[in-house]
Protein backbone atom coordinates (compact mmCIF):
# COMPACT_ATOMS: atom_id res chain seq x y z
CA UNK A 1 0.00 0.00 0.00
CA UNK A 2 1.11 3.55 -0.98
CA UNK A 3 1.43 6.16 1.97
CA UNK A 4 -0.64 9.14 1.46
CA UNK A 5 0.80 12.00 -0.71
CA UNK A 6 1.71 15.26 0.71
CA UNK A 7 -0.19 18.38 -0.22
CA UNK A 8 2.93 19.63 -2.26
CA UNK A 9 2.76 16.64 -3.74
CA UNK A 10 -0.86 16.33 -4.98
CA UNK A 11 -0.45 20.34 -5.79
CA UNK A 12 -2.44 21.64 -3.21
CA UNK A 13 -0.63 24.71 -2.09
CA UNK A 14 -1.17 27.76 0.57
CA UNK A 15 -3.11 29.71 -1.85
CA UNK A 16 -5.41 26.45 -2.00
CA UNK A 17 -5.76 26.64 1.64
CA UNK A 18 -6.79 30.29 1.92
CA UNK A 19 -9.64 29.59 -0.67
CA UNK A 20 -11.13 26.61 0.92
CA UNK A 21 -10.79 28.24 4.48
CA UNK A 22 -12.60 31.71 2.72
CA UNK A 23 -15.73 28.77 1.10
CA UNK A 24 -16.07 27.12 4.19
CA UNK A 25 -16.94 30.34 6.13
CA UNK A 26 -19.41 31.64 3.38
CA UNK A 27 -21.17 28.22 2.38
CA UNK A 28 -24.63 27.13 4.23
CA UNK A 29 -24.96 23.40 2.68
CA UNK A 30 -23.82 21.18 4.98
CA UNK A 31 -22.99 19.24 1.75
CA UNK A 32 -20.61 21.52 0.37
CA UNK A 33 -18.90 22.59 4.13
CA UNK A 34 -18.08 18.60 4.52
CA UNK A 35 -16.65 18.18 1.41
CA UNK A 36 -14.46 21.62 1.90
CA UNK A 37 -13.25 20.97 5.15
CA UNK A 38 -12.08 17.22 3.57
CA UNK A 39 -9.96 18.93 1.34
CA UNK A 40 -9.29 21.39 3.54
CA UNK A 41 -7.68 18.53 5.57
CA UNK A 42 -5.92 16.82 2.98
CA UNK A 43 -4.47 20.07 1.69
CA UNK A 44 -3.25 20.97 5.73
CA UNK A 45 -1.35 17.14 5.40
CA UNK A 46 -4.12 14.90 6.89
CA UNK A 47 -4.42 11.63 5.31
CA UNK A 48 -7.06 10.75 2.98
CA UNK A 49 -8.50 8.71 6.01
CA UNK A 50 -8.21 10.89 8.50
CA UNK A 51 -9.98 13.82 6.76
CA UNK A 52 -13.00 11.16 6.10
CA UNK A 53 -13.32 10.83 9.30
CA UNK A 54 -13.28 14.28 10.42
CA UNK A 55 -15.63 15.72 8.26
CA UNK A 56 -17.95 12.51 7.78
CA UNK A 57 -17.14 11.38 4.75
CA UNK A 58 -16.01 8.13 3.14
CA UNK A 59 -12.62 7.48 2.21
CA UNK A 60 -13.56 7.07 -1.91
CA UNK A 61 -16.12 10.31 -1.13
CA UNK A 62 -12.68 11.83 -0.30
CA UNK A 63 -10.72 10.90 -3.05
CA UNK A 64 -13.81 11.88 -5.85
CA UNK A 65 -14.09 14.81 -4.20
CA UNK A 66 -10.24 15.47 -3.90
CA UNK A 67 -10.19 14.90 -7.82
CA UNK A 68 -12.90 17.09 -8.67
CA UNK A 69 -11.35 20.04 -7.14
CA UNK A 70 -8.00 19.08 -8.40
CA UNK A 71 -9.53 19.17 -11.86
CA UNK A 72 -11.06 22.72 -11.58
CA UNK A 73 -9.02 24.21 -8.97
CA UNK A 74 -12.12 25.91 -7.14
CA UNK A 75 -14.56 25.97 -4.31
CA UNK A 76 -17.50 25.58 -6.92
CA UNK A 77 -16.49 22.26 -8.05
CA UNK A 78 -17.68 20.46 -4.52
CA UNK A 79 -21.06 21.70 -4.96
CA UNK A 80 -24.09 19.20 -5.97
CA UNK A 81 -24.79 19.28 -9.36
CA UNK A 82 -28.38 20.78 -10.46
CA UNK A 83 -31.01 18.08 -10.36
CA UNK A 84 -34.59 17.62 -11.76
CA UNK A 85 -35.86 16.03 -8.84
CA UNK A 86 -39.18 13.14 -9.61
CA UNK A 87 -41.52 14.11 -12.05
CA UNK A 88 -45.19 15.58 -10.71
CA UNK A 89 -47.74 13.09 -10.39
CA UNK A 90 -50.16 14.91 -12.13
CA UNK A 91 -48.65 17.24 -14.35
CA UNK A 92 -52.07 18.60 -16.12
CA UNK A 93 -52.89 19.93 -12.53
CA UNK A 94 -51.79 23.36 -13.05
CA UNK A 95 -52.35 26.15 -10.74
CA UNK A 96 -54.67 27.93 -12.99
CA UNK A 97 -56.66 24.68 -13.25
CA UNK A 98 -56.79 24.34 -9.72
CA UNK A 99 -57.36 28.08 -9.18
CA UNK A 100 -60.84 27.48 -11.18
CA UNK A 101 -61.76 24.23 -9.70
CA UNK A 102 -61.54 26.45 -6.33
CA UNK A 103 -63.19 29.30 -7.06
CA UNK A 104 -66.48 27.30 -8.08
CA UNK A 105 -68.73 25.74 -5.18
CA UNK A 106 -68.35 22.45 -4.21
CA UNK A 107 -72.42 22.63 -4.38
CA UNK A 108 -72.37 23.56 -8.16
CA UNK A 109 -70.03 20.52 -7.96
CA UNK A 110 -72.99 18.29 -6.65
CA UNK A 111 -71.56 18.11 -2.82
CA UNK A 112 -73.08 18.47 0.14
CA UNK A 113 -70.72 21.11 1.69
CA UNK A 114 -70.58 24.91 1.24
CA UNK A 115 -66.94 25.30 1.15
CA UNK A 116 -64.00 22.98 -0.05
CA UNK A 117 -61.89 20.65 2.55
CA UNK A 118 -58.65 19.33 0.98
CA UNK A 119 -60.03 15.69 1.51
CA UNK A 120 -63.36 16.65 -0.83
CA UNK A 121 -60.94 18.70 -3.12
CA UNK A 122 -58.93 15.40 -3.99
CA UNK A 123 -62.27 13.08 -3.96
CA UNK A 124 -63.59 15.88 -6.59
CA UNK A 125 -60.41 16.11 -8.38
CA UNK A 126 -59.69 11.98 -8.89
CA UNK A 127 -63.81 12.04 -10.30
CA UNK A 128 -61.68 14.21 -13.08
CA UNK A 129 -59.30 12.34 -13.43
CA UNK A 130 -56.28 14.15 -10.95
CA UNK A 131 -54.84 11.44 -8.73
CA UNK A 132 -53.20 13.21 -5.57
CA UNK A 133 -52.57 12.74 -2.42
CA UNK A 134 -53.40 15.05 0.14
CA UNK A 135 -50.30 16.51 1.22
CA UNK A 136 -49.35 17.17 -2.82
CA UNK A 137 -52.66 18.82 -2.87
CA UNK A 138 -52.05 20.95 -0.20
CA UNK A 139 -48.70 21.53 -1.39
CA UNK A 140 -50.30 22.10 -4.96
CA UNK A 141 -52.27 24.60 -3.38
CA UNK A 142 -49.95 26.65 -1.83
CA UNK A 143 -47.80 26.57 -5.08
CA UNK A 144 -50.92 28.45 -6.45
CA UNK A 145 -51.25 31.09 -3.90
CA UNK A 146 -53.89 29.34 -2.28
CA UNK A 147 -54.75 29.70 1.56
CA UNK A 148 -57.89 28.19 3.50
CA UNK A 149 -59.21 29.91 6.45
CA UNK A 150 -61.80 28.79 8.88
CA UNK A 151 -65.03 31.47 8.39
CA UNK A 152 -65.66 33.36 10.88
CA UNK A 153 -69.37 34.43 12.33
CA UNK A 154 -70.97 37.62 12.40
CA UNK A 155 -73.78 38.05 14.35
CA UNK A 156 -76.51 41.14 12.50
CA UNK A 157 -77.26 42.18 15.67
CA UNK A 158 -76.24 42.12 19.52
CA UNK A 159 -77.62 40.18 21.78
CA UNK A 160 -80.17 40.57 24.23
CA UNK A 161 -78.91 41.05 27.14
CA UNK A 162 -74.85 40.57 26.63
CA UNK A 163 -74.00 42.34 29.36
CA UNK A 164 -75.54 39.42 31.76
CA UNK A 165 -74.05 37.18 29.24
CA UNK A 166 -70.92 38.56 29.59
CA UNK A 167 -70.59 39.01 33.21
CA UNK A 168 -71.46 42.21 33.77
CA UNK A 169 -73.28 43.55 37.12
CA UNK A 170 -76.24 46.12 36.12
CA UNK A 171 -78.04 47.26 38.93
CA UNK A 172 -81.74 47.20 38.40
Do not use: N
Amino acid sequence: MRPARSPSELGLTAYDRRKLERALRKTRDARHFRRLLAIKLIAEGKGPGEAAHLSALSRPAVYFWLERYLEARTPAALLDAPREGRPKKAPRLTPERLRKVVKGSPQRAQWASHGWTVPLLRTHLKKQGYEVSCRTLRRRLHEAGLAWKRPRYVYVTAAPYLGQKKGALYAV
